[in-house]
Nanobody, 122 residues
Framework: VQLQASGGGLVQAGGSLRLSCAAS????????MGWFRQAPGKEREFVAA????????YYADSVRGRFTISRDNAKNTVYLQMSSLKPEDTAVYYC????????????????WGQGTQVTVSS
């Protein structure tokens, strides 16, 4: 599966953005999907994940209550709605796909999008 992330940009603190990740192919619903981010000089970190059906979602403590992950299997797309953004949310955001159950670790994900930059100004 090929993944294409979009929707990043520059936003002021307290603002909102919605990231999208479009997947190619007809097997999107077989994959648990995750969002990760990587800030300059830091390791890639888990942000959120969603089960294949969309029935279960998981969040890092740092974003819980502010970010919402969702998916539309008919459109082969996963979303990350980000609200109450903080300067520390500034990073390149990546979507990833994984057969089987989600993981907060990046290594088990088989497919990755190219990343989209999110910059939050104070």
């Amino acid at each position: 599966v090929q993944l294409q992330a979009s929707g990043g940009g520059l936003v002021q603190a307290g603002g909102s953005l919605r990231l999208s990740c479009a997947a190619s192919g007809r097997t999107f619903s077989r994959y648990d999907m995750g969002w990760f981010r990587q800030a300059p000089g830091k390791e890639r970190e888990f942000v959120a994940a969603i089960s294949r059906s969309g029935g279960s979602a998981y969040y890092a403590d740092s974003v819980r209550g502010r970010f919402t992950i969702s998916r539309d299997n008919a459109k082969n797309t996963v979303y990350l709605q980000m609200s109450s953004l903080k300067p520390e949310d500034t990073a390149v955001y990546y979507c990833a796909a994984k057969i089987g159950s989600w993981s907060y670790l990046s290594e088990p994900y088989e497919y990755w999008g190219q990343g989209t930059q999110v910059t939050v100004s104070s």
